[in-house]
């Protein structure tokens, strides 16, 4: 299982219902069982929950997200909050950021420290930056998958620090 898998399992495990977007079948059908709902597009999650965590594999992944979090904000209204994950270049995370801000949408960058073994164990760091409240918001639910959340500051240093 990769971090991502390991975390959604450890969200589950607390209690809490986790709604999981994976453009790979295989990958949907590993976590059917775990999560509340798993779907090739964010729609489902966005539809229940204020609060996602993404981990994705490439910039291009990032801007497809973005893409389908406009799309549904065009038609949806209330507080949407993303926590970033992934070790990606801080200037795609930067433009996402300021894309996904255009509508209301806030975005934080938080990158994970630790290996697979760690993210089992929940042993994981997470090096949150961006707005302190929204972070605050997600320090308990990080907390289900870490062992420990930084509040690095401002947007980007999450980044910076990994």
Not at 19 to 29: E, T
Not at 76 to 91: D, Q
Not at 140 to 154: E, L, Q, S
Request: aromatic share 4%; glycine share 8%; net charge positive.
């Amino acid at each position: 299982m990769c971090s991502s898998d390991l975390m959604a399992t450890h969200l589950a495990k607390a209690g809490r219902r986790v709604y999981g977007a994976d453009v790979s079948a295989a990958a949907r059908k590993k976590m059917t069982r775990l999560l509340t709902s798993v779907d090739a597009g964010m729609t489902q999650a966005l539809d229940n929950t204020e609060l996602l965590i993404t981990s994705l594999p490439s910039v291009a992944a990032l801007n497809n997200v973005v893409d389908q979090v406009i799309d549904w904000r065009q038609r949806h209204a209330g507080p949407v909050v993303i926590a970033e994950t992934s070790t990606l270049p801080f200037v795609d995370k930067q433009a996402a950021r300021e894309r996904l801000a255009a509508v209301d949408v806030g975005l934080l960058d938080c990158p994970l420290s630790g290996t697979g073994a760690q993210a089992r164990k929940k042993d994981l760091a997470v090096y949150a930056s961006g707005d302190k409240k929204l972070i605050g918001r997600f320090k308990p639910v990080f907390m289900d998958c870490a062992r420990v959340v930084y509040d690095v500051g401002a947007f980007g240093n999450g980044t910076h620090m990994k």
